[in-house]
């Protein structure tokens, strides 16, 4: 338990009622399904990239990864490197033309239906494949959110782990339910800048008390030379090129993340794109070395080593910060969990009330009866991911890696082919995602020499040639799909 945390304490309860403020306001502003998913396409840029960058960027930014540093050392720059690098590329080649061609094709409002509606499948089982991976993915990645939001009640409050889930639970689905996406984006600026500030107070107060970089230095050598070194692994040898394809191989994953391409199609123009790219960039890139950055600061900072390195950035805010401005800067922590947790809980419930719901069982249900049976998906969702969340064991980075590769092989190579491959066809498409999915759910269950390569890999390649060959040889996309490229793309 924290010293002194009656501070924090408020400061945590002041802060989620600000979130449940505007999930209250965003709710008056709710309408229709539309409104409820992509907030009707009318984000700015500012809102956009920090959204995206929120959302994506979730608990294990100010856990798993300072906690990876503080075990890898200069080896975990390489993971740095492939998620900023892949950030930059989802919105420089990505963003505009899911925006134009979502639009486009139907209003799409969810990836299973843009995908559905790109390749004119009216048979809806691409549709289903696609939403049956969004569900199966999402429920271990709102899963790792949970787990971050237990460790940060049980270590702040010295609640029982499980009772610290279901509170960080019922804060994240208290305003989803209520506000939608417009809830979501706008608790997402505000999380964001907290957690950008955060991740760059904290590291530089740590090692200024610490004696300065090079004393921070000093004592990571002195604990073990090798974290030092970006090239070699904690016992002193190299890492490989499959350990290093591992770490860059993150940033495959951006590609196939709904909930942040949904940011990509809530923009309100293609002239806002440049930049929001600009935004999302710098801001990813400082939060990034910041987060490394708490992980070595902790090394320097600590005398004893932690039993768990992915309590650095709340053990070092406690050791340095006044009760309120602790309150204030372990709240950016609870800001993480929640900016994803609440844009992945929207994503699923919207696949399940427009890709399987109306898609299925109630083609003409209303707007106000879609939006409420999303809201109620929420619930049954976030109510299984915290069940799964209850293993006390659990490791925020473990469980982010695995569906990040399951969304970046299912949907990446699909999303980035349909978008820039007009012989592209339906059947491709599907052949896509489940062999991207199915390949990420095998690979991760094997070990040994090439199979300890990060499951993302051999799922974005795979995925890659089933579409490329199905579509090849599955006969040619139907004239009507071929014009709606023509027409999305302006050729």
């Excluded at 050392?73 to 134009?100: K, P, Q």
Aim: proline share 3%.
């Amino acid at each position: 338990m924290l010293e002194n945390n009656f501070g924090v304490s408020i400061t945590f309860i002041l802060y989620i009622l600000m979130m449940l403020a505007i999930g209250y306001v965003a709710y008056k502003r709710t309408s229709n399904l539309s409104d409820y998913i992509l907030g009707g396409r009318s984000l700015g840029p500012l809102p956009s990239a920090l959204s995206a960058g929120a959302s994506d960027m979730s608990g294990w930014l100010l856990l798993g990864l300072p906690g990876y540093a503080y075990a890898a050392g200069y080896e975990a720059i390489w993971i740095a490197v492939g998620l900023l690098a892949g950030t930059w590329l989802n919105w420089l080649f990505v963003a505009r033309r899911l925006r134009t061609y979502s639009l486009s094709a139907g209003d799409s409002l969810t990836l299973p239906s843009y995908f559905e509606n790109r390749f004119h499948d009216t048979s809806r089982v691409l549709r289903v494949i696609c939403a049956f991976f969004i569900l199966l993915f999402f429920l271990f990645y709102t899963s790792s959110g949970l787990v971050a939001g237990g460790k940060l009640f049980a270590t702040v409050f010295e609640f029982d782990y499980r009772v610290a889930v279901v509170i960080g639970t019922l804060a994240v689905v208290s305003y989803t339910f209520f506000g939608g996406f417009l809830a979501v984006a706008w608790t997402d600026v505000i999380q964001g800048l907290l957690m950008f500030a955060a991740l760059l107070l904290v590291p530089i107060m740590a090692i200024q008390v610490s004696g300065g970089w090079g004393a921070t230095q000093a004592s990571m050598a002195e604990l073990n030379p090798e974290l030092l070194r970006a090239f070699t692994n904690t016992e002193g040898g190299a890492i490989g090129w499959i350990a290093i394809l591992s770490l860059l191989g993150w940033g495959l994953g951006y590609f196939g993340q709904p909930h942040i391409l949904a940011r990509f199609k809530a923009i309100r123009s293609e002239a806002d794109i440049p930049m929001a790219r600009r935004i999302a960039v710098i801001w990813s890139g400082l939060g990034l070395f910041g987060a490394l950055l708490c992980g070595w600061a902790a090394i320097g900072y600590f005398d004893t080593p932690l039993p768990d390195g992915e309590r650095a950035f709340i053990l070092l805010v406690d050791a340095l910060f006044h009760p309120i401005i602790a309150g204030v800067l372990l709240a950016a922590i609870l800001a993480a969990i929640m900016s994803t947790a609440d844009s992945q809980l929207l994503v699923s419930s919207s696949a399940l009330a427009e890709d399987f719901y109306k898609a299925l069982f109630r083609r003409d249900a209303s707007q106000q009866e879609l939006v409420w049976v999303g809201r109620f998906a929420v619930v049954g969702i976030a109510f299984v991911a915290m069940l799964l969340a209850f293993d006390e064991d659990s490791m925020v980075l473990e469980l982010v890696a695995y569906a990040w590769a399951g969304f970046g092989a299912a949907f990446g190579p699909a999303l980035i082919l349909s978008l820039y491959w007009k012989r592209m066809t339906r059947f491709g498409a599907m052949a896509g995602v489940v062999v991207g999915g199915a390949t990420v759910v095998i690979w991760g269950n094997l070990s040994g020499g090439i199979l300890d390569l990060y499951e993302i890999i051999p799922g974005f390649i795979l995925a890659t040639i089933a579409i490329v060959v199905v579509s090849l040889t599955a006969g040619e996309p139907s004239e009507e799909t071929q014009s709606g490229f023509d027409k999305a793309m302006g050729s």
